[in-house]
């Protein structure tokens, strides 16, 4: 049973435009969720983070909203590059709850930045 | 970038011969991951590290085990390899576990099993 759901497998956004990724988890025992992004033929790479004691973290032109009741956190770009365009894997973790810890990812969401 | 490392690269292989890959770090992490990557499945961990010697797995580590005899090396072993271990094989680090933990990734192994 999936944990961490991504469940649009792709975006399209145009340039300038603000791109919006949701994610929604089921275990109310995670308490950290991170967001990666991955080029093809490359492996992720950390993009930002959010612990479960806030609501907002911001990183330039990213942003990360957590809603602890929903079990929901999404991803605001803004603005979108065309650079951006990549698969964007929301995860999660916590130390109880059948993860042990270690990180959970979702299934991930194809972003395309059109110029 | 985080010094990782993977070896080979590129594979291809037949089904029922072992395969071993490799992952090398030069950061002194104590923690080790290998993950696969798979369309429609995202990363699912295979197996993980948290110290030389000592290992456990992850959500879909049947087919696979692993070795740890040095800090820096981690290494993944397809015993008898099946065409549903054609996939991505990435493996990552990093240096502590739960809040603030954040994994960094090798470039990834592609194998084809045939």
């Known amino acids: 049973d999936q944990q961490v759901k991504q469940n649009s497998p792709s975006l399209s956004v145009q340039e300038g435009r603000i791109s919006i990724l949701n994610c929604d988890y089921t275990n109310s025992m995670f308490d950290y969720f991170l967001w990666y992004k991955k080029y093809p033929a490359e492996g992720p790479t950390f993009l930002i983070s959010?612990?479960?004691?806030?609501d907002k973290n911001e990183d330039g032109r990213f942003t990360v909203f957590l809603n602890k009741s929903a079990k929901h956190l999404s991803l605001h770009i803004v603005p979108s590059q065309p650079g951006d365009s990549a698969v964007y894997f929301c995860?999660?973790?916590?130390?109880?709850?059948?993860?042990?810890?270690?990180?959970?990812f979702g299934k991930g969401t194809k972003l395309s930045v059109k110029p | 970038d985080a010094g990782i490392t993977q070896s080979p690269r590129h594979k291809v292989t037949e089904t029922g011969t072992p395969v071993t890959l490799r992952c090398h770090q030069t950061?002194?992490?104590?923690?080790m991951y290998w993950y696969r990557q798979d369309p429609g499945h995202g990363l699912r961990l295979i197996h993980y590290?948290?110290?030389?010697?000592?290992?456990d797995k992850g959500e879909v580590s049947d087919g696979y085990s692993v070795s740890r005899s040095k800090t820096e090396d981690f290494l993944l072993t397809l015993e008898s390899a099946t065409s549903s271990q054609t996939s991505v094989y990435f493996c990552a680090i990093s240096g502590r576990r739960g809040i603030n933990e954040k994994l960094f990734f090798g470039s990834g192994t592609q194998l084809s099993v045939l």
């Open positions: 959010i612990s479960s004691i806030k």
């Open positions: 590290s948290y110290g030389v010697k000592d290992t």
């Open positions: 995860a999660a973790s916590g130390e109880s709850g059948g993860s042990q810890g270690n990180l959970i």
């Open positions: 950061e002194n992490h104590r923690y």
